[in-house]
Antibody
C-alpha cells in the first residue's frame, strides 16, 4: 500500500533552516507528483509547492519563493523540503502528499503523518 | 495568489444536509475543473473527499458530493452524522502547477 513516512519533529531558532523528508513506498516513485502543504496552529491548510519527481523540477507558492527548495532522491525514494530563514510564523505542521492520479493538480489522496516544526528563540 | 474564501463555521443536526461554499476567482475555480475537498479531524492528516469537482475516491460515501458554478465550488454533506464533525478544506488548481487552499470551515454536528 502507498505510504509516505515523514521525518520527526524539529525545533529551530529564528534564522535557521529546516529540512523535512518524506519517504515514499508502495508505488512507482517517479510516476507521481508530490505536494507540500503546511498548517499553522489553529489555522487552515497552506499550499507550499509541488515537485515533479520524475524530472526533479519544482514550482513554489509565491509567498515561499526564495526560501523553499524541494528535491528528491530516487535511490532512496525520498522527497525533501528545505525552508530557510525561519521565523516564528513558520511554526506549523508540514505535510507531504501524493496526488490521486498522474496530473499535477492537488487531488491529494495520500498524506504523510506530518512533521511539526517549531521556531522559537 | 490569494486564498480561497470559505465560511468560518457551519452547523447542522444529525440527518440534515449542509453545504460549504468555496469562492475563488476566474483564474482558479472559474478557470479549471480541478477543485478538491478534504476532511480533517484534530491532530490528523486531511482526507480527500472530492476531487475534480465531483469525483469521489474509493471508500468515500455518496453522502459527500461536490459541485461548481462560476467561481464558487460547493461541498454538500447529506444525512449528517456525528463523526462528520471536523474541519473541511477546499483546494483549487490555479494554473502553471500552482494550487490554492481555502481558509477551512469548522463543521459542528449539533
Amino acid at each position: 500500500q502507498v505510504q509516505l513516512l515523514q521525518s520527526g519533529p524539529e525545533v529551530k531558532r529564528p534564522g535557521d533552516s529546516v529540512n523535512v523528508s518524506c519517504k515514499a513506498s508502495g508505488y512507482t516513485f517517479t510516476n507521481f507528483y508530490i505536494h507540500w502543504v503546511r498548517q499553522a496552529p489553529g489555522q487552515g491548510l497552506e499550499w507550499m509547492g509541488i515537485i515533479n519527481v520524475y524530472g526533479n523540477t519544482a514550482t513554489y507558492a509565491q509567498g515561499f519563493e526564495g526560501r523553499v527548495t524541494m528535491t528528491r532522491d530516487t535511490s532512496t525514494q525520498t522527497v525533501y523540503m528545505q525552508l530557510t530563514s525561519l521565523r516564528s510564523g513558520d511554526t506549523a505542521v508540514y505535510f507531504c502528499a501524493r496526488v490521486e492520479g498522474v496530473a499535477a493538480t492537488a487531488s491529494l489522496l495520500y498524506w504523510g503523518q506530518g512533521t511539526l516544526v517549531t521556531v522559537s528563540s | 495568489q490569494s486564498a480561497l474564501t470559505q465560511p468560518h463555521s457551519v452547523s447542522g443536526s444529525p440527518g440534515q444536509s449542509i453545504t460549504i461554499s468555496c469562492t475563488g476567482t476566474s483564474s482558479d475555480i472559474g478557470a479549471y475543473d480541478y477543485v478538491s475537498w478534504y476532511q480533517q479531524h484534530p491532530g490528523k492528516a486531511p482526507r480527500l473527499l472530492i476531487y475534480d469537482v465531483t469525483k469521489r475516491p474509493s471508500g468515500i460515501p455518496d453522502r459527500f458530493s461536490g459541485s461548481k458554478s462560476g467561481n464558487t465550488a460547493t461541498l454538500t454533506i447529506s444525512g449528517l452524522q456525528a463523526d462528520d464533525e471536523g474541519s473541511y478544506h477546499c483546494c483549487s488548481y490555479a494554473g502553471v502547477y500552482v494550487s490554492l487552499f481555502g481558509g477551512g470551515t469548522r463543521l459542528t454536528v449539533l
